[in-house]
């Protein structure tokens, strides 16, 4: 059989990394972006994000680049894509809706209208993007309605469990493949996609289409309990005079709990698990179903809760009155470390909310400050995590990168107006932090 030939429809996180991986495996690739800006960065073997080892990936593979295969292209020709692609990946972004808690399908739904004209021949079109239970039913009835090659232009949803930090690592190695199908011909096809990762031992699940889109949303609706689950614990062992991490640890060690996203702490965010527990919650009420998720609102609401509490245990460590003219040095800005995206950071949210409330706000993050200055300009920004600290009467620890880790309190002490420091993340080393003069706070923790 003639080796297969992929499209990847939308180069954002997900479309990006997968043409890349797709590059890997050996296949020749075309990625396609309607934002001609996006596709020119990526013909420079770049993307307009922060995530480990992409960039050098592209560069193994886009032309131009020393040692390259040359076999990821981009355009923004749906023409060309449709006729090129043996198989074609939808890895568009599906957004919450503005003031709304479903999902935005806009995205999903032009890119099937712009491809299914083109879908004259042969193909697989194959749904990555995180969308509600009976969106690929629907997008199935869609393309056999207006794609010219009829029922050879075929559907099959294929969830992406990728992490942000870990997404080339996850794209090449995933810890299972999910593909949701209608015929074995599709199933096939998708068997010979990912014959390398499958032979290499990631197991290989084969379902209908509405499994395979609730295996993703279930997912990471239970990654999200596990976090608010502890978090609550959080709570009441501060209530309690008890210790959530040793908690978590001893918990943990039970397999049938786990130990990992067990971190208690400020809570979730980012641009995936806050919208993606709305959007479900939101379905499962079109589908009368709204009851058997009704305990994801608590998540939700706990989830917002850290963020709040935060801010209340820096109002604390100034002497519990108002933020007006104190100093208040924040590390970190990204929703969680090794990325730049500050999409609904609870970080970023801790540090605007201490600034609206009249607090004189300086951050630092390794990689997010230019995306946080767009966010949020009015915060105040430093070069370094020395330099934030300098002339602070409380640190707050929002983000645990490992330059945070690796920090020394004695130095950040010398220019520190005031050694304390909350640990949003419960990620510092609490000794290391008092041996040193500090007053260390973490959430759900003993104070001394
Ligand atoms: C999440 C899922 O983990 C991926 O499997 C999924 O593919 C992805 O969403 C997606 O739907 O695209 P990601 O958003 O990159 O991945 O981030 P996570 O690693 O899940 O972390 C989410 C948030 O939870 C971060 O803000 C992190 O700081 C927080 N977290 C994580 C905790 O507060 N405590 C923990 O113990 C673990």
């Not at 059989?1 to 296949?27: D, K, N, P, Q, S």
Request: net charge negative; charged share 25%; with cysteine.
């Amino acid at each position: 059989m003639a080796a297969l030939r992929i499209t990847v429809i939308g180069t954002g996180y997900l479309g990006a990394t997968h043409a890349a991986a797709m590059a890997e495996l050996g296949f020749e690739v075309l990625g396609l972006d309607v934002v001609p800006e996006k596709i020119a960065l990526l013909e420079r073997g770049e993307t307009p994000m922060y995530e480990p080892g992409l960039d050098e990936l592209l560069r193994r593979h886009v032309p131009g680049f020393e040692g390259s295969s040359g076999r990821l292209r981009f355009t923004t020709d749906w023409a060309e894509v449709g006729a090129f692609g043996d198989v074609h990946f939808l890895c568009v972004n599906t957004p919450q809706k503005h003031g709304e808690y479903a999902c935005d399908m806009s995205y999903v739904d032009s890119a099937v209208a712009s491809l299914a004209p083109h879908l004259t021949r042969p193909a697989l079109i194959v749904g990555k993007s995180t969308v509600p239970v009976g969106s690929a039913d629907r997008l199935a009835a869609y393309l056999a309605a207006h794609a010219p090659a009829g029922e050879d232009a075929e559907l099959a949803w294929n969830p992406e469990f990728l992490r942000e930090g870990f997404a080339v690592e996850d794209t090449l190695h995933p810890d299972r493949i999910v593909v949701g199908v209608r015929s074995e011909r599709a199933e096939r096809t998708l068997r010979q996609v990912y014959a390398t990762p499958v032979a290499e031992g990631s197991p290989f699940v084969v379902t209908d289409f509405p499994t395979a889109e609730l295996v993703k949303t279930s997912a990471n609706s239970f990654l999200a309990t596990k976090i608010s689950f502890i978090n609550a614990m959080a709570e009441v062992c501060e209530a309690a005079g008890g210790d959530v991490a040793k908690l978590a640890e001893a918990i943990g060690y039970d397999d049938r709990i786990g130990r990992k996203f067990l971190r208690a702490g400020i809570g979730f965010g980012g641009g995936c698990l806050p919208k993606d527990i709305r959007a479900f919650m939101a379905r499962a009420g079109e589908l009368g179903a709204d009851q058997a998720l009704t305990f994801l609102r608590e998540i939700d609401s706990i989830n917002m809760r850290q963020r709040g509490q935060m801010v209340e245990l820096a109002r604390q460590a100034l002497g519990g009155g108002p933020f007006l003219g104190r100093r208040v040095a924040v590390l970190g800005a990204t929703f969680k470390p090794d990325s730049d995206d500050v999409r609904d950071s609870p970080a970023l949210n801790v540090a605007g909310q201490i600034h609206l409330q009249g607090g004189q706000v300086t951050v630092y993050d390794p990689k997010g400050m230019d995306n946080a200055r767009r966010v949020f300009p009015t915060l105040g920004y430093a070069p370094t995590a020395l330099d934030a600290v300098r002339g602070a009467d409380v640190v707050l620890h929002l983000t645990e990168w490992r330059e945070f880790r690796e920090l020394d309190p004695a130095a950040l002490g010398e220019v520190a107006k005031a050694r304390v420091i909350l640990d949003g993340r419960n990620a510092l080393d609490p000794e290391l932090w008092r041996k040193a003069g500090w007053t260390y706070r973490a959430m759900g923790r003993p104070t001394a």
